[in-house]
């Protein structure tokens, strides 16, 4: 089916350790992007990305890196996982740049710190 | 930067009684909006958006909101609520990026709604 697959959906890591989160999708979606969902906070965006190459940082970047060297595919790089980090993270994407088009998101990676 | 606050992090309702979710953005010269539902265990789907054109927005499962631009309000209705409208709500509005043309998607903290028969 077409759609967003993350990987894993489940986590648990050592303060620390580095880990690297998947996505992939296969719709041709330019826009990437990943966001980390807390209880009382909503989404929070981390990175995004326009397409191979391009990228840019959202609004709690801190900790994690990302490119992207395919359409198809958007890692996140947990470098040193603190406790802080733990969370549910979503990634998502779109067709075009704009807003206009509309997001499909994967369906998580609960990751837990300790 | 463009920011929404959801004013009710809980509403509990009664099955078939209407409900009214809330939604304020900060105020801009172009906004759109946005709203998003998040079932348990399960990634967001898209409700219903508001671009530009007719105030009144229709969504799916019944769900409509209103653009109200000037109480900066785009809250989230539905006459008559099922159990299977449980689930947690986010207003979310678009704002821009360094990135050109590329626009990010700002969410709101969550409405969970929990219907009771």
């Known amino acids: 089916n077409a759609g967003v697959t993350q990987t894993p959906k489940f986590q648990v890591l050592k303060t620390g350790q580095s880990m690297t989160l998947q996505c992939a999708q296969d719709m041709n979606h330019e826009y990437m992007s990943w966001y980390r969902q807390d209880p009382g906070m909503g989404l929070r965006l981390i990175h995004y990305?326009?397409?191979?190459?391009?990228?840019d940082q959202g609004e709690v970047p801190n900790g994690y890196n990302v490119s992207r060297s395919t359409t198809e595919d958007f890692p996140l790089r947990l470098l040193s996982a603190a406790p802080s980090q733990t969370s549910v993270y979503f990634c998502?994407?779109?067709?075009?740049?704009?807003?206009?088009?509309?997001?499909?998101f994967g369906s998580g990676t609960r990751l837990t710190v300790v | 930067a463009q920011s929404v606050t959801q004013l009710d992090s809980q509403v509990p309702v009664f099955e078939e009684a209407p409900v009214e979710l809330r939604c304020n953005y900060s105020s801009s010269v172009s906004v759109y909006l946005f709203w998003y539902v998040q079932y348990p265990n399960q990634g967001l789907q898209l409700l219903l958006k508001?671009?530009?054109?007719?105030?009144l927005v229709k969504g799916i499962n019944g769900f409509e909101a209103e653009f109200n631009k000037s109480q900066t309000s785009f809250h989230l209705r539905k006459p008559s609520v099922h159990i299977s409208d449980t689930a947690e709500y986010f207003c979310a509005v678009s704002d821009g990026g360094r990135i050109q043309g590329a626009q990010k998607l700002v969410f709101g903290q969550g409405t969970r709604l929990t219907i009771n028969p």
């Open positions: 998502a994407s779109r067709l075009g740049r704009g807003n206009n088009y509309g997001y499909t």
């Open positions: 990305s326009v397409g191979a190459g391009i990228t």
């Open positions: 508001y671009l530009s054109g007719s105030t």
